[in-house]
């Protein structure tokens, strides 16, 4: 069983930046492949970011050159970290944990990122 929990949202001007967290709590952390998505009102969620547990690195093509998925293993935590950030990047981000082997699949609460001046 994994807990994710993120932190690290909140209101930004656009061009601004922001770095979001998210730590998790369980055993096999390592194994896990990391993911970020995000929901705007009304849209259906989508994925933004995926690590491996080797740290290969995927990007949504919307975000490629502006955001940077990482993990530290130690900290059993991912991060994205957001730069140039547009209006369209606002919506609920969430911390998603998937096993790459077996259908074990945990979600997090999410955090809410809004781009606005």
């Known amino acids: 069983q994994v807990q994710l929990v993120e932190s690290g949202g909140g209101l930004v001007q656009p061009g601004g930046s922001l770095r979001l967290s998210c730590a998790a709590s369980?055993?096999?952390?390592?194994?896990?492949?990391m993911g970020w998505y995000r929901q705007a009102p009304g849209k259906q969620r989508q994925q933004v970011a995926l690590?491996?547990?080797?740290?290969?690195?995927y990007y949504a093509p919307s975000v490629k050159g502006r955001f940077t998925i990482s993990r530290d293993n130690a900290k059993n935590t991912v991060y994205l970290q957001m730069n140039s950030l547009k209006p369209d990047d606002t919506g609920v981000y969430y911390c998603?944990?998937?096993?790459?082997?077996?259908?074990?699949?945990?979600w997090g609460q999410g955090t809410q990122v809004t781009v606005s001046s």
């Open positions: 998603n944990a998937a096993h790459p082997r077996v259908p074990d699949e945990y």
């Open positions: 690590i491996t547990s080797s740290g290969n690195t």
């Open positions: 369980g055993s096999g952390f390592a194994v896990y492949g």
